[in-house]
């Protein structure tokens, strides 16, 4: 018995097929994630930061450490005797009027303040004799310099931050960089779209010219043309999506996905949001003159904060440097409660002649202050000039757009031109496809430019204040 089976039963089976199969076969999983997701992952992952946040944590740690030296410390001691004498000697063990052992317990204390201060009690408990305590006293008193471990704990916490205003300046590098990296995606997205739709175009087309030349209506000419077409824009969607497929996984390693694929929506509007509050704080920066501007790039800018605080540190060490040649002046002290005597000591000293060595380390250390200016002065002209070239690429991102529309009007009227042409037979597919493709690229245009402005807009922003930005931003 044969079955017939029709072409409509076919087509539902089919149809019923691919509803079913994917439900069946293993397709790679997608993790759809918004923009503000994403920033948040790449900074808990981003190597850079986690590297500057070990820094600051060893920082903490250090300046830590230098407080619990500098906090009391406890200490028990104990001690027992036995004398063995001559009588012991002898074997008269049981002599019961002779004691031969002794005891002791011992309870002291320090403390080693920053400023120099040193304190140190000790109680003592001993078998034959009554509990006595014993307390010391010292401290250097001229020159007034800070101890050691004063300007350890002092340099420590400059470097700590100098290290939490790197980590800020690195942040916000990155986010820029990410909202960058999502600005592409959404351009390659759009072309991907584009040349979809090209390519839907050049079937349709291929499948008119091959109608027509079964009527004899088309020649070679047009044949080869339609196919090239095809070609061009299969070449085209499958370029489009290879590069999609990159900048996605570009992306996804920066922020330190670990998922197969990844999606980025922006459902919240994030990045339109940014975008109009970049326009109106560059706005309200742009209404200031030149001089004010400078005076923002001396208050904000990381680089030249940093140098200042070195500046600070080499100023005090220069200030310790020259103290440090006076006569010096120390106090010690010390009470006991069993002999009730207290001991009193004021200690004088004076470097006569040391070679040369202290007044080389001050010229030395004048030279790397001098140094340290001249380097600011440099920076400065420098981010001066910054300043200038980022508001010269304000203008012309703003001159861009305005090309841009002008652009995109031309190729919109030469597409309309090219539609009356293809339908009179003026010209060929490939040159309409060419005015299609270009009106198109110039409508994405007008995007990358738009998104390429407001990128640059935050740069301007965060070069001149880097809290503005980050406001705008909103933390992270």
């Known amino acids: 018995m044969k079955i017939q089976i029709s072409k409509r039963t076919l087509f539902l089976a089919l149809i019923i097929s691919l509803l079913i199969l994917p439900g069946i076969c293993p397709v790679s999983a997608e993790e759809v994630i918004s923009l503000e997701e994403a920033i948040r992952l790449g900074m808990e992952n981003n190597k850079g930061i986690n590297e500057a946040r070990d820094g600051i944590a060893n920082l903490e740690k250090a300046l830590e450490k230098i407080e619990i030296q500098a906090d009391w410390k406890l200490n ?14 002898a074997g008269n063990f049981g002599d019961k009027n002779k004691d031969d052992s002794s005891w002791g317990l011992r309870i002291s204390a320090s403390k080693n303040y920053l400023s120099g201060l040193t304190l140190a009690p000790v109680i003592g408990i001993d078998e034959d004799t009554e509990t006595d305590f014993t307390l010391r006293v010292s401290k250097d008193l001229y020159p007034v310099i800070p101890t050691a471990s004063m300007r350890n704990y002092w340099n420590t916490e400059i470097s700590l931050n100098k290290a939490r205003e790197n980590l800020r300046e690195l942040k916000i590098n990155n986010i820029l960089d990410w909202l960058e990296s999502y600005s592409n995606i959404k351009r390659m997205i759009s072309r991907q779209d584009i040349y979809t739709e090209n390519l839907n175009k050049a079937e349709s087309n291929m499948e008119k010219v091959l109608r027509r030349q079964k009527i004899g209506d088309a020649g070679r000419n047009e044949i080869l043309a339609a196919e090239l077409g095809l070609k061009n824009a299969e070449y085209s969607l499958k370029e489009a999506g290879n590069q999609l497929e990159n900048a996605l996984y570009n992306f996804a390693s920066s922020i330190g996905f670990s998922g197969e694929k990844i999606i980025i ?37 990381y680089k030249l904060r940093s140098n200042l605080l070195d500046r600070e540190v080499m100023e005090r060490e220069l200030e310790w440097l020259k103290k440090e040649n006076h006569p010096e002046l120390s106090f010690e002290g010390m009470y006991n409660s069993s002999s009730d005597n207290l001991f009193l000591s004021l ?4 470097q006569l002649y040391d070679g040369g060595q202290h007044k080389m380390e001050i010229e030395e250390k004048e030279k790397e202050i001098k140094d340290n200016i001249d380097a600011y002065d440099e920076l400065y002209n420098e981010l001066k000039q910054e300043l200038k070239q980022l ?28 539609e009356q042409q293809l339908e009179m037979g003026v010209i060929d597919y490939l040159e309409y496809q060419d005015k299609w493709v270009s009106e198109a690229e110039a409508e994405i245009q ?31």
Do not use: H, P
């Open 76 to 89: 028990l001691g104990a001690d027992y005797t036995y004398t063995i004498t001559d009588q012991d000697k």
């Open 391 to 418: 508001l010269d690429r304000l203008e012309l991102a703003e001159m861009a757009l305005e090309r841009g529309y002008l652009s995109l009007e031309r190729s919109r009227y030469e597409l309309t031109v090219a």
């Open 347 to 350: 200690k004088l000293s004076y």
């Open 446 to 476: 007008i995007a990358v430019l738009k998104e390429q402005l407001f990128l640059d807009r935050m740069r301007f922003i965060k070069f001149l204040d880097l809290d503005l930005a980050y406001e705008i931003i909103g933390g992270f």
């Open 265 to 301: 929506t922006d459902k919240n509007n994030f990045f339109d949001r940014l975008m109009q509050a970049a326009s109106d704080y560059s706005e309200e920066l742009l209404s200031r003159d030149m001089d004010e501007l400078y005076v923002l790039i001396e208050k904000n800018n």
